[in-house]
Protein backbone atom coordinates (compact mmCIF):
# COMPACT_ATOMS: atom_id res chain seq x y z
CA UNK A 1 0.00 0.00 0.00
CA UNK A 2 1.29 3.61 -1.06
CA UNK A 3 1.29 6.09 1.48
CA UNK A 4 -0.82 8.49 -0.40
CA UNK A 5 -3.10 5.49 -1.58
CA UNK A 6 -6.79 5.61 1.06
CA UNK A 7 -6.93 2.61 3.38
CA UNK A 8 -9.58 0.14 1.78
CA UNK A 9 -11.25 -2.21 4.34
CA UNK A 10 -13.10 -5.24 3.69
CA UNK A 11 -16.14 -4.93 5.44
CA UNK A 12 -17.50 -8.47 7.28
CA UNK A 13 -21.09 -9.21 6.44
CA UNK A 14 -23.02 -7.80 9.11
CA UNK A 15 -21.26 -4.74 8.91
CA UNK A 16 -22.23 -4.37 5.15
CA UNK A 17 -25.83 -5.23 6.24
CA UNK A 18 -25.59 -2.63 8.90
CA UNK A 19 -24.46 -0.03 5.29
CA UNK A 20 -27.71 -1.36 3.53
CA UNK A 21 -29.76 -0.98 6.29
CA UNK A 22 -28.55 2.75 7.10
CA UNK A 23 -28.98 3.74 3.37
CA UNK A 24 -31.91 1.51 2.20
CA UNK A 25 -29.46 0.10 -0.85
CA UNK A 26 -28.71 -3.16 -1.66
CA UNK A 27 -25.47 -4.59 -2.93
CA UNK A 28 -26.20 -4.35 -6.63
CA UNK A 29 -26.38 -0.35 -6.07
CA UNK A 30 -23.02 -0.22 -5.15
CA UNK A 31 -20.27 1.19 -7.33
CA UNK A 32 -17.86 -1.59 -8.51
CA UNK A 33 -14.43 -1.86 -8.04
CA UNK A 34 -12.33 -4.65 -9.91
CA UNK A 35 -11.17 -7.55 -8.29
CA UNK A 36 -7.49 -7.09 -9.81
CA UNK A 37 -7.64 -3.29 -7.90
CA UNK A 38 -3.83 -3.17 -6.02
CA UNK A 39 -5.51 -0.93 -3.40
CA UNK A 40 -7.76 -3.80 -2.09
CA UNK A 41 -6.78 -6.01 0.94
CA UNK A 42 -5.52 -9.59 -0.02
CA UNK A 43 -8.18 -12.10 0.01
CA UNK A 44 -11.26 -9.99 -1.51
CA UNK A 45 -13.25 -12.07 -3.88
CA UNK A 46 -16.12 -10.94 -5.66
CA UNK A 47 -19.43 -10.00 -4.04
CA UNK A 48 -17.19 -8.03 -0.89
CA UNK A 49 -17.69 -4.78 -0.08
CA UNK A 50 -15.23 -2.62 0.19
CA UNK A 51 -15.00 0.90 2.42
CA UNK A 52 -12.69 3.29 1.43
CA UNK A 53 -11.47 6.21 3.94
CA UNK A 54 -10.63 9.22 2.31
CA UNK A 55 -9.28 12.08 4.48
CA UNK A 56 -9.77 14.71 3.11
CA UNK A 57 -8.26 18.02 5.44
CA UNK A 58 -9.47 17.26 8.98
CA UNK A 59 -12.26 14.90 8.11
CA UNK A 60 -12.75 11.66 6.85
CA UNK A 61 -15.23 10.61 4.08
CA UNK A 62 -16.51 7.03 3.55
CA UNK A 63 -17.04 5.33 0.23
CA UNK A 64 -18.21 1.89 -0.29
CA UNK A 65 -17.53 -0.57 -3.16
CA UNK A 66 -18.52 -4.00 -4.15
CA UNK A 67 -15.69 -6.13 -5.58
CA UNK A 68 -16.41 -7.15 -9.05
Known amino acids: ???LQ???TKLKPEEAK???DK???SVVQL???KE???GLPEGCKKGDVIRIERANGDKTSMYYR???
Do not use: L, R, S
Open 23 to 25: YNI
Open 66 to 68: VVA
Open 1 to 3: MHI
Open 36 to 38: DDP
Open 6 to 8: PKH
Open 18 to 20: EIF
Open 31 to 33: PKI
